[in-house]
Nanobody
């Protein structure tokens, strides 16, 4: 079983930055595939970014060049650095994990473990 806890959300002005963190309780973190998803009010939960155990990454087109995903296998941590934030980035951001972490996975249903989410609000 993998337990995930997100932190780092908050209120930020357009153009600002936030860094989300995901702490994982797992003896096999360095083999997990990890990802960030987000869900805005009234919308489906959507893929934002993913990272394999080896560091291969993938991004939603609308966040490319603004968001950076990373992981620290020694600390069982994953991060999402979000820069140049826009109103449309407002959502609850979820950390997700899957046991097969060799390839990048963008499909929500492929992730087995989820955190409780952290709210990101971009507002002036």
């Amino acid at each position: 079983q993998v337990q995930l806890v997100e932190s780092g959300g908050g209120l930020v002005q357009p153009g600002g930055s936030l860094r989300l963190s995901c702490s994982a309780t797992s003896a096999t973190f360095n083999s997990l595939g990890m990802a960030w998803f987000r869900q805005a009010p009234g919308k489906e939960r959507e893929f934002v970014s993913a990272i394999t155990w080896g560091g291969k990454t993938s991004y939603l087109d609308s966040v490319k060049g603004r968001f950076t995903i990373s992981r620290d296998n020694g600390k069982n941590m994953m991060y999402l650095q979000m820069n140049s934030l826009k109103f449309e980035d407002t959502a609850v951001y979820y950390c997700a994990a899957r046991r097969y972490g060799l390839v990048v996975e963008t499909v929500r249903e492929e992730y087995e473990f989820w955190g409780q989410g952290t709210q990101v609000t971009v507002s002036s």
